[in-house]
């Protein structure tokens, strides 16, 4: 397959562009920084393995749940280029990617993957990778909680971004640094595709879990004042 994939629902752009062995990649800056370098990166990257939107199996993309400007940009790009080129998208969960990461880098099959879902909460979710399969399994729905009210399921690794930003997130746990990567996305874009998860580009949406995505200025100072 001739896949390109992308990520920008953290403080970092990760992007990867496959035909058939040939892999190209590219990382950088995040959050508003994205929205004016995804599109020329991507642009590279085609043209690096001398490919077209149009000639691509599919658009692979971080949908969330994450940083609200870095979705917006994936889902937007991921539209529009789907669109334009008439070929599918496959929308997947950052935490998927997220777990997918630390089992690429740690060898973590079992793992809670959080990440900083800022305004004091984090996103959670559990996922189980069958080595037998070669698939993840997900135990739990997505949750958005308190860091300190987080339970860590019997075995599991705490994996993501949220570990260094909150002392309370699960203290006694094994926790692993680990990042949605357009790589993994990669690495989990067959078995989805396989199961039925590419869309028309009209469903190239974000994942929201927090309907609120920004504090009022009361709540700012509110917040500032606690940690004062």
Same mark, same amino acid.
């Given at each position: 397959? $001739?896949?390109?994939?992308?990520?920008?629902?953290?403080?970092?752009?990760?992007?990867?562009?496959?035909?058939? !062995?040939?892999? =190209?990649? =590219?990382? /950088?800056?995040?959050?508003?920084?994205?929205?004016?370098?995804?599109?020329?990166?991507?642009?590279?990257?085609?043209?690096?393995?001398?490919?077209?939107?149009?000639?691509?199996?599919?658009?692979?993309?971080?949908?969330?749940?994450?940083?609200?400007? /870095?979705?917006?940009?994936?889902?937007?790009?991921?539209?529009?280029?789907?669109?334009?080129?008439?070929?599918?998208?496959?929308?997947?969960?950052?935490?998927?990617?997220?777990?997918?990461?630390?089992?690429?880098?740690? /060898?973590?099959?079992?793992?809670?993957?959080?990440?900083?879902?800022?305004?004091?909460?984090?996103?959670?979710?559990?996922?189980?990778?069958?080595?037998?399969? +070669?698939? =993840?399994?997900?135990?739990? +729905?997505?949750?958005?909680?308190?860091? /300190?009210?987080?339970?860590?399921?019997?075995?599991?690794?705490?994996?993501?971004?949220?570990?260094?930003?909150?002392? !309370?997130?699960?203290?006694?746990?094994?926790?692993?640094?680990?990042?949605?990567?357009?790589?993994?996305?990669?690495?989990?874009?067959?078995?989805?595709?396989?199961?039925?998860?590419?869309?028309?580009?009209?469903?190239?949406?974000?994942?929201?879990?927090? $309907?609120?995505?920004?504090?009022?200025?009361?709540?700012?100072?509110?917040?500032?004042?606690?940690?004062?």
């Amino acid at each position: 397959m $001739d896949l390109l994939a992308f990520d920008t629902s953290t403080d970092q752009t990760t992007i990867a562009v496959q035909r058939g !062995d040939a892999l =190209w990649q =590219w990382q /950088g800056g995040g959050g508003p920084q994205a929205s004016g370098t995804l599109i020329p990166k991507i642009l590279e990257g085609l043209s690096a393995l001398s490919l077209t939107p149009q000639s691509l199996t599919a658009i692979v993309f971080g949908q969330g749940p994450g940083a609200f400007t /870095g979705l917006r940009t994936a889902c937007a790009v991921a539209q529009g280029l789907a669109f334009g080129s008439q070929v599918p998208v496959l929308p997947v969960c950052s935490l998927l990617a997220v777990a997918h990461t630390a089992y690429q880098t740690h /060898g973590c099959a079992n793992v809670l993957a959080v990440l900083d879902a800022r305004m004091g909460e984090v996103y959670s979710a559990h996922y189980h990778y069958q080595r037998s399969s +070669g698939q =993840w399994q997900a135990l739990s +729905g997505i949750a958005l909680s308190a860091p /300190g009210a987080v339970q860590v399921p019997s075995g599991a690794v705490v994996v993501g971004n949220a570990q260094a930003v909150y002392a !309370d997130l699960a203290p006694t746990s094994t926790h692993h640094l680990a990042l949605p990567s357009a790589t993994a996305l990669l690495q989990l874009a067959p078995a989805l595709i396989a199961a039925g998860g590419l869309r028309p580009a009209s469903q190239a949406l974000p994942l929201y879990i927090r $309907d609120k995505v920004a504090q009022t200025t009361a709540e700012r100072l509110a917040a500032r004042a606690a940690g004062a």
